[in-house]
């Protein structure tokens, strides 16, 4: 379950990329639809300075407010075979 860390209130426009850089700060960069190769320029819409914490991802939800939630790491255990005597 996610949970709020900052009321922003990002307005998202179409065609850009929305997300949390490494300063805390909401960003965006175009969207890529094939035509470039390499790195697009990158705006910074807010500066919020949102401490991360290592274990979380941190994301932008439909509201446009920054929220986290606790990554999933690990992956799936697989089961044992049965050894045929």
């Not at 960069?29 to 914490?53: D, F, H, L, N, S």
């Not at 979380?56 to 407010?65: A, E, S, T, V, W």
Request: aromatic letters at 6%; one cysteine or more; hydrophobic letters at 40%.
């Amino acid at each position: 379950m996610a949970k709020k860390v900052a009321k922003v209130g990002v307005k998202k426009a179409a065609g850009y990329l929305y997300f949390v850089d490494k300063k805390g700060n909401v960003a965006r960069a175009k969207m890529a639809r094939g035509k470039k190769k390499g790195k697009g320029k990158v705006e910074v819409v807010a500066k919020v300075g949102v401490k991360k914490v290592k274990g979380m991802l941190y994301f932008i939800d439909k509201q446009g407010d920054i929220s986290c939630a606790q990554m999933a790491r690990g992956g799936r255990k697989k089961k044992a075979k049965k050894k045929k005597r």
